[in-house]
């Protein structure tokens, strides 16, 4: 692997194209590179260790790309830089150690592509940045530090693509940003402290793609926002304070995706909406009260595909409007949730007229025959619509929640059961009342999520994969669990489950032979690990997390006293937040398949078992808020497998693993990769925005819009 450059490389006077990217052993670039004037391209991408540029490098008179991302510990930028005049495109992405950027930044007067996403320690940005006349690109997605931009932003004629995503500071836009006349896509998802937009953004005629989700403070939209005639896109999502929409939304004659997703506040869709026949995505429709809030704006947006949710379906009182909805008209439709009062008076009992509404309303909401996941909730029938039958054969995902009335034989229609010939996947939300599921119905059945279904006591014999959250304790019986010899996942979620072997469900796991993945959530009553569990032939992951009288892992909570082969196949084990845990039992050690071994979150645990040394297979070792936790066991070294090892507030460890100089460091120095950090909360907002799961899920959500609709961002190559 490359180390260093040769000193005389400065002699290649003809020399164009430089690439010594993903060298990480490199530390320093000889000054002679400064004397390459012809050189045109330099890429030191994942040069980890660079911690400088040569002072000289504004001498690189014809350098047009210059790529100095992917985490460097660059600190500042040389002030040379800036005499760059032939530079078009600077890559500065995940610079995490950047500080600022030079204040002649704007000089660069052919710059067109600017990235400097990811460098969180950056406050400011230097006035001159306003002067970059010709720049078509400016990333600023995850700098985190950033409080403002310049006042003089909309100097930047040229700009078409701006990204301020994950600027967490950012409260405010200069009201310059309206003369950005060339503007083609902003960026603001995440803006999390950004309150309003500015009143002017009408004026940003070229605009065709703007995404404000997960701006959970802005409130309005400015009515200017309905000049936007070139707008193609307008994400709108998990902004859940956002109370309306202007009402003149329908002059977007372009309009192609509009995402309303999660905006919680939001009472109703305006007038109009159905004139904009380039709909593509609609994710929600609000019926309201009103006239001309009704359901019919449905009618010719034949268009729309993918998800589409119709909330206050209660608001709709003659089911002949429901007709007017047109939903067997939209083919590309593959996702159709149904909402019905879902704030109504739980002790309001639906009149005769009411109910025989509901389920006129849902007979004419037929859906075309192609739709695959289908959700109701809050609906006050007793019937499915007589479209639910083996005529219709795509469905294969069915989520019913808040059903209050007693389910009964009734509801599988007329013909003494209805069908689900391709369903695989059915959830069950809140429905008090439901005792029973007919199997038969779902011959292709496979995963089953019941949530606060107290009087449900039958599981279906063909799951694979089954989630429990917050029901009757006899789902979990014996003669339950028994029966599903085809599960492979289970999840237990608040249920009365307890380590006393009179409770029945001890007795079912034996039976889970083929059970691959167990996780256990918040059961408060369990007191020690379930003996069975043990010796479940294929388990290979165990989650225990959050049972807060957890306080024994030995077998039946008995201490043994001769090693016995437990988990023969595990490969992942995390136990997590589990307050009354004292210690760890030797028979973790024991666990020759280990790959992943997750402790977290337990105040009292004072030491880790020696047994670890015989981990041979563990690839990933993640030790977090121990604070009695004082040293690491030994033969940690012997772990020749060990890749990763991550360690967060357990201050006591700090000092003993210091590198080089800790009692405990021979024991991980073979590591390749070590983070160590004092204090779990030091960590977390470092990592905050980076790596928690929302953020993996809202940074996934907006990729998939702009790659989906094609507003993928410049890539800055000349």
Known sequence: MLKELPE?????????????????????????????????????????????????????????????????????????????????????????????????????????????????????????????????????????????????????????????????????LPTSIIRLSSLQTLNLFNCRMLEELPEGIGNLCNLRYMDISWCERVTMLPTSITRLSSLQTLNLSYCRMLKELPEGIAN?????????????????????????????????????????????????????????????????KDPDEAMQANLRAKTRLNRLSLEWNEGGDEEHEPSSTEVEVAEGVFERLQPHHNLEKLEIYSYIGTRFPNWMSPSFPNLVELTMGNLKRRIGEEFYGDGGGITFPSLEDLTLEDMPNLEKWHAESCPRL??????????????????????????????????????????????????????????????????????????????????????????????????????????????GGRKQQQPTPFFTTLQYLYIQESGMLTSLPEWVGGLTSLQELNISDLPQLAMLPEGLRHLTALRQLNISNLPQL????????????????????CPQLVRRCKRETGEDWHKIAHIPHISIWPSIREEEDRREEENSEEMNERRTFAAKFLDRFGFARCTGHS
């Open 252 to 316: 977007l004659c372009n309009l192609r995706h509009l995402d309303i997703t999660e905006c919680y506040h939001l009472a109703c869709i305006p007038r109009g909406l159905g004139r904009l026949s380039n709909l593509e995505t609609l994710t929600m429709f609000i019926v309201a009260q009103e006239n001309g809030h009704t359901i019919a704006e449905l009618q010719h947006l034949n268009s729309i595909r993918g998800s589409l949710k119709i909330k206050n379906l209660h608001h709709v």
């Open 630 to 649: 004082k040293m690491l066991p030994d033969g940690l070294q012997l772990l020749t497998a060990l890749q990763y090892l991550w360690i967060g507030g």
């Open 8 to 172: 005389g490389i400065g002699n290649l006077c003809n020399l164009r194209y430089m690439d010594i990217s993903w060298c990480p052993q490199i530390t320093t670039l000889p000054a002679s590179i400064t004397r390459l004037y012809n050189l045109q391209t330099l890429n030191l991408r994942a040069c980890h260790m660079l911690e400088e540029l040569p002072d000289g490098i504004g001498n690189l008179c014809n350098l047009r790309y210059m790529d100095i991302s992917s985490y460097i510990k660059i600190t500042t930028l040389p002030t040379s830089i800036t005499r760059l005049s032939s530079l078009q495109t600077l890559n500065l992405f995940d610079c995490r150690m950047l500080i600022e950027l030079p204040e002649g930044i704007g000089n660069l007067c052919n710059l067109r592509y600017m990235d400097i996403s990811r460098c969180p320690k950056i406050t400011t940005l230097p006035t001159s940045i306003t002067r970059l006349s010709s720049l078509q690109t400016l990333n600023l997605s995850s700098c985190w530090m950033l409080e403002e931009l310049p006042e003089g932003i909309g100097n930047l004629c040229n700009l078409r693509y701006m990204d301020i995503s994950e600027c967490s500071k950012i409260t405010m």
């Open 446 to 555: 496979t995963k089953l999520e019941i949530s606060s279904c107290p009087k449900l006591v039958v599981i279906p014999c063909s799951m694979e994969t089954l989630t429990i959250r917050s029901s009757n304790e006899m789902l979990l019986s014996a003669g339950s669990l028994a029966k599903l010899s085809k599960l492979r996942s289970l999840q237990i979620f608040r249920c009365g489950i307890s380590s006393s072997s009179s409770s029945g469900w001890w007795d079912g796991l034996q039976c889970l032979t083929a059970l691959e993945k167990l996780r256990i959530v918040q059961c408060d009553e369990l007191t020690c690990l379930p003996e069975d569990i043990m010796y479940l032939p294929s388990l290979q992951t165990l989650q225990l997390v959050r049972n807060r009288n957890l306080r024994s892992l030995e077998r």
